[in-house]
C-alpha cells in the first residue's frame, strides 16, 4: 500500500507564476488535509477536504489560493500569482473514512516550493 | 486557544547520552498529543501519540513520552540517542475540528 504522494517534491516559479502542487492520498483514504511549513516554523494547517467538498479552509489565505479534491484524481492546491513570502514546504495529510473517533492523518514527502 | 509550545529551538547532547525534549500544552479538555520527527528534507514521520489511558507512551526507534496533566506537558524522552536520531522533532495536538497544531519544533544535533 503506497504511502500519501506529493508532485513535484521540488517547485521553482518566478514571482507572478502559478504554482500546483499535487496530492495524492492513501488507498482507501477520502480526506485530505494540506498544512504549510514557512522556514524555522512549524506547519500550519491550510485545508481540509473531502471528495468534492472543502470542508475547513479557515487556514488558506484570502487571496490568490485555491483547493480542490476531485471525484477523480489527486487533490490540487493551486497558488496563483505566486510571491517569495510563498516559498515554503507544503505537506498533504490523508486520513481514511471512519465512523467515529480520531482519524490518524499520514503525511506525504512535501512539495518544497521556491519562488524567486 | 488551543496551543502547542516547544521552549528549546536547539538541543545538542552527545551520541549515547539521554534525551528529553519539552512539549507543553493548552487545550481545555483531555487532548490528543504526538510526536512528529522530520529529517532534512523529508516528511513527517508520527514517533508516537497519547489520547487516554496509561500515560506513558511507547513509541517506534526506541522514544517514548509522558503526559503530566498537571504540569501540561508532554515530553519526549529517549534513554540513549543514535548519530541517525538528529532532526526536527514537532509536537502536535489535535484540535476539537481534527486539525493538528504544531509546535515550532525542537532541531536535535547530536555530538559524536
Known amino acids: 500500500n503506497a504511502g500519501v504522494m506529493q508532485n513535484p517534491r521540488h517547485l521553482v516559479r518566478r514571482r507572478g507564476q502559478e504554482a500546483r502542487l499535487r496530492c495524492s492520498p492513501m488507498k482507501g483514504h477520502s480526506h485530505v488535509y494540506w498544512y504549510r511549513q514557512l522556514p524555522e516554523e512549524g506547519l500550519k494547517f491550510m485545508v481540509y477536504l473531502q471528495k468534492e467538498n472543502i470542508i475547513d479552509e479557515s487556514g488558506m489565505p484570502k487571496e490568490r489560493f485555491s483547493a480542490e479534491f476531485p471525484k477523480e484524481g489527486p487533490s490540487i492546491l493551486r497558488i496563483q500569482q505566486v510571491v517569495r513570502g510563498d516559498s515554503a514546504a507544503y505537506f498533504c495529510a490523508s486520513s481514511p473514512l471512519e465512523s467515529s473517533g480520531y482519524n490518524e492523518q499520514f503525511f506525504g514527502p512535501g512539495t518544497r516550493l521556491t519562488v524567486l | 486557544a488551543q496551543s502547542v509550545t516547544q521552549p528549546d529551538i536547539h538541543i545538542t547532547v552527545s551520541e549515547g547520552a539521554s534525551l528529553e525534549l519539552r512539549c507543553n500544552y493548552s487545550?481545555?479538555?483531555?487532548?490528543?498529543l504526538f510526536w512528529y520527527v522530520q529529517s532534512p528534507g523529508q516528511g513527517l514521520q508520527l514517533l508516537l501519540k497519547?489520547?487516554?489511558?496509561?500515560?506513558l507512551v511507547q513509541g517506534i526507534k526506541g522514544f517514548e513520552a509522558e503526559f503530566k496533566r498537571s504540569q501540561s506537558s508532554f515530553n519526549l524522552r529517549k534513554p540513549s540517542v543514535h548519530w541517525s536520531d538528529a532532526a526536527e522533532y514537532f509536537c502536535a495536538g489535535l484540535d476539537r475540528d481534527d486539525k493538528i497544531i504544531f509546535g515550532k519544533g525542537t532541531r536535535l544535533h547530536i555530538l559524536p
Open positions: 487545550y481545555g479538555a483531555t487532548p490528543y
Open positions: 497519547y489520547f487516554s489511558g496509561d500515560t
